[in-house]
């Protein structure tokens, strides 16, 4: 079957539709979970960073060991399939559960935040794991995986619209109290659950080969323990190169969401509706940005694209640093359209780049280690989620945020700058941290070539 046909395309459409509920949940715990502690539980910030922190280094065991069971998993329903259906359920459970905890007295109420992230976060696991595993069986040729990754990303900006656009609307409309965050945690998570069974579904008819290795056999079962594997896969010179890029650039966009609702809040003075606005503005601007970011790179390259849309991505949300009161209206706009096709074009680069270095591992090493590689990918997708809040909390803690649930609290100048700070300036350098290890980054479409013309002639001398 040739990739391009239509009930193909529809399959990758469904399969791709997965990344709506993910993209979804991650967007709307990464804008409000730091907000929601401090504002409704009562936590202190940095308290509640580093609750959002310990939840994420739990991820450090569950990631690596879900992509080794998703590895060996062999299943009547497919490989990696029946955890789309579990995940997607647990996850959208979770979510559901985290916004609708209790806003107890005393330390009991941290403790009740830490068991729901952490519930959350391997629930999370469960799914996305074994999702970002399959790509490379989908999409086999080196243009196939950007327009699959393509179709991905359109839905990630869907998501990324429903979750942090959707999110600030849905809290507002119920005057930004304890029922705003129950209602956005029920809803959300039904349409997590949703989406996920749509990508589940999308995927029987897609033919899913049997990996092989280089003399044409199947690949042999894992044998290492999958902590160790996670430490073999790293030593993939280009998918560690893309894993450090993806840390940096997932680290923007955690810092940004965490320090926006804080930002609108009390340095633009700005109601719940416009911070949606303002994402939906973002998510919409990506999302029609696709089209133009898959025909920039055939015509440049993944590399080069993707160098520039990082430098484009600090410049955008270093401009928040000069923000000042009374600034034309239009700036505002420009800002989000700016900064939302510049973030949905790296996502992009990202993503079409990691099965590239997939199918390098197998000609490498000659047994499929996709599911260990999804893992780690998926763990720093989480770290990055965690520094986010950690520095955020951190920041603001240490230049005096006051928290709780007075709406006519007044923030002393210091805390104010420190939220100036961490929409602007915190941003822009971990996108520019990025830069160095993406130039350091090797594999292009004839270096995969190459590999795999080192495996068929390895296989023929061997057999």
């Known amino acids: 079957m040739t990739e391009a046909t239509p009930k193909r395309t529809a399959n990758e459409l469904m399969w791709a539709s997965g990344s709506l509920a993910t993209g979804l949940l991650f967007n709307a715990m990464a804008l409000y979970s730091l907000f929601f502690m401090t504002t409704i539980l009562g936590i202190g910030a940095f308290t ?9 280094l739990f991820d450090g065991i569950t990631d690596p060991a879900m ?3 998703s590895d060996r998993t062999r299943h009547r329903l497919g490989p990696r399939r029946p955890y789309l259906v579990w995940g997607a359920i647990l996850m959208g459970a979770s979510f559901a559960l985290f916004f609708n905890l209790p806003a107890v007295e005393g330390t009991a109420v941290v403790w009740l935040a830490l068991a729901a992230l952490m519930i959350y976060s391997a629930s999370y696991t469960v799914f ?18 950007t327009r699959v990754m393509s179709f991905r990303v359109f839905f990630l900006m869907v998501g990324v619209l429903a979750g942090s656009a959707g999110a600030p609307v849905i809290v507002g409309a119920l005057g930004g109290g304890v029922e705003g965050f129950r209602v956005l945690g029920v809803g959300l998570g039904l349409l997590a659950i949703t989406m996920g069974l749509i990508a589940f579904f999308g995927t029987r008819p897609l033919p ?7 003399r044409g ?9 999958p902590f160790v594997d996670m430490v073999a896969v790293l030593r993939n010179q280009p998918f560690l190169q893309l894993t450090l890029v993806k840390l940096c650039q997932l680290a923007v966009l955690a810092v940004a969401l965490a320090c926006t609702p804080y930002f609108f809040t009390f340095v633009l003075q700005r109601s719940p509706a416009d911070i949606g606005i303002y994402l939906a503005v973002f998510g919409l601007s990506g999302i029609a940005s696709l089209v133009l970011w898959r025909a920039v790179i055939a015509r440049f390259g993944k590399k080069q694209t993707y160098m520039a849309l990082l430098v484009a991505y600090a410049a955008g949300m270093g401009s928040w640093l000069f923000w000042q009161p009374g600034e034309a209206e239009i700036f505002f ?6 900064i939302g096709m510049a973030s949905t074009g790296t996502v992009l680069c990202a993503l079409a780049l990691l099965p590239d270095t997939m199918e390098y591992d197998r000609l490498s090493c000659g047994r499929s280690r996709d599911g260990i590689m999804s893992g780690v990918f998926t763990l720093v997708e989480k770290l990055a989620g965690a520094i986010g809040p950690l520095v955020i909390g951190a920041l603001l803690s240490a230049m005096g ?4 649930r007075d709406p006519d609290i007044i923030q002393p100048e210091g805390a104010l700058f420190a939220v100036k700070l961490g929409m602007s300036v915190v941003p822009a350098v971990f996108c520019l941290a990025a830069i160095p290890f993406l130039m350091a980054y090797r594999l292009d479409e004839k270096g995969l070539q190459d590999a795999r013309l080192q495996a068929q002639t390895a296989g023929a001398t061997t057999s």
């Open 401 to 404: 945020l006051i928290t709780g």
């Open 67 to 69: 992509g080794a069971i």
């Open 333 to 338: 706009y420009a800002r989000a359209v700016f």
């Open 48 to 56: 509640a960073g580093l609750l959002i922190f310990v939840s994420k």
């Open 217 to 225: 056999e199947p690949f042999s079962k894992l044998a290492l323990s």
């Open 128 to 145: 996305t794991v074994p999702y970002l595993a399959m790509p490379p069986d989908i999409a086999t040729s080196y243009d196939g995986r």
């Open 208 to 214: 899913f080969p049997k990996a092989l290795d280089a």
